[in-house]
């Protein structure tokens, strides 16, 4: 199955979460959390994966990762045909690799074994370079693929890509993240396709940065594609050494820097309704109740954040959502809901939390300031503590009556 074909609820489903849902609500949190979207960001690049197949001959994969074509004359490199040849210019621009290039690039780097279901494209395909395979070294089929792209040196994008994500929503084995020697960001990840583990596919992940914003992601699945497919093995095929040695070939440096650089689209303005999500944070966490503890928290650049609390009987997640320019669905939203007198609008929803975990409840209060701004405050509790986990306690730690005194809360006017 494609790469592209994953569908990850973190991302697609974030921005749509809360407009969307009504007077139900979505009861996928994992939807809503900033772990998440960071994830989304990463499954972007993964999905890049997905190409149209190409047949691929035979390539060498010499010392340091160098790419080596055959029917080169010389001791160095040689990469795609089509590439211009040199001219007396002391800079000639960076050659262009086809996916075939990537793909025996790909197959060289890994050990002894069959490949099957080859994809690839190139450097100068719109939707940047990639590469894909089934790889059987003799104990199962399993896909890897490798996508390649840039990112602003040193930006936020840079970071989320090398975070190791939030384990209160994205559970996993194994995470490290690391500056290297010479100035990159590495992140070596060993975790789930799936976060609910719903199905236990194994989704093992190296995601390098570069100081120069070179983004290389490669990833690994023990199964012949990372959804819909029978595991075939009981782990991926590569150890997260070895995930990092391929990440860090310098070869895919070279492939990234010959990526056509397009004009960036015009940067829309800044939305001055964005709320700094640790000013998020730190409110809710200061408006909860005597009695209990915050025993770990989170959150997302803007709009959403969470805490776990426990108040002697069981861990509970309590999370935060506060939205602009929600007036034009207020009916929708707030329809049999009530009014308070100063124009307030306030719906309130008891019910399943995760229709994945039996047991699993949760519990809302959803509020709309009055004004053409449409500020929206949802503040949600569940009786369990980590998205997707059993249930630690009978109820929320948090009552309806608490909930929704943070909600109507003053202190979150002055974000509004």
């Avoid at 976060?195 to 596919?201: A, E, G, M, S, Y």
């Amino acid at each position: 199955m494609p790469v592209d074909q994953h569908s990850d609820p973190f991302e697609d489903r974030f921005a749509a979460a809360l407009r969307d849902t009504g007077a139900g609500f979505d009861a996928d949190r994992a939807a809503l959390t900033a772990a998440g979207r960071a994830r989304g960001r990463r499954l972007r690049l993964r999905r890049r994966a997905a190409v149209a197949g190409g047949v691929a001959g035979i390539a060498l994969v010499g010392v340091g990762g160098a790419l080596v074509l055959p029917g080169g004359d010389g001791p160095g490199p040689q990469r795609s045909s089509t590439a211009a040849a040199p001219t007396a210019s002391p800079a000639p621009a960076p050659t262009a690799f086809s996916g075939d290039d990537l793909l025996r690039t790909l197959k060289g780097m890994l050990p002894g074994g069959e490949f099957s279901q080859e994809s690839a494209r190139g450097t100068d395909d719109r939707m940047g370079p990639s590469a894909r395979v089934v790889y059987d070294d003799g104990k199962g089929a399993a896909a890897v693929a490798v996508s390649l792209d840039r990112v602003e040196p040193g930006g936020e994008e840079a970071r989320e890509f090398t975070r190791c994500p939030d384990e209160t929503f994205v559970p996993h084995d194994s995470c490290t993240s690391r500056r290297l020697p010479d100035g990159s960001l590495l992140m070596l990840f060993q975790g789930y396709e799936y976060p609910d583990r719903r199905v236990d596919t194994k989704w093992w992940n190296a995601e390098l940065v570069t100081p120069e914003g070179r983004h290389v992601s490669v990833s690994e699945w023990n199964a012949p594609a990372q959804k819909d497919a029978e595991i075939s093995r009981e782990e991926p095929p590569l150890s997260p050494e070895r995930l990092k040695e391929i990440a860090t070939a310098p070869v895919w440096r070279e492939v990234v820097d010959a990526i056509p650089r397009r004009p960036e689209p015009t940067a829309a303005p800044s939305d001055p309704w964005r709320t700094p999500g640790q000013a998020v944070g730190k409110t809710l966490a200061e408006l909860l109740p005597e009695g209990v503890k915050v025993v770990s928290r989170g959150g997302q650049e803007s709009e959403y954040a969470y805490v776990v609390v426990d108040d002697g009987k069981g861990a509970s997640l309590v999370q935060i959502n506060v939205q602009h320019g929600m007036s034009d669905v207020a009916d929708q939203l707030y329809g049999s809901g009530e009014t308070l007198p100063d124009g307030t609008r306030v719906a309130t929803r008891q019910g399943p939390g995760d229709d994945r975990v039996p047991g699993v409840v949760m519990w809302t209060v959803d509020t709309l300031r009055p004004g053409a701004d449409g500020f929206r405050v949802v503040v949600s509790a569940f009786n369990n503590g980590a998205a997707h986990a059993a249930p630690t306690r009978d109820e929320p730690a948090l009552t309806m009556e608490q909930l929704r005194k943070i909600a109507l809360s003053p202190r979150w006017d002055a974000m509004g």
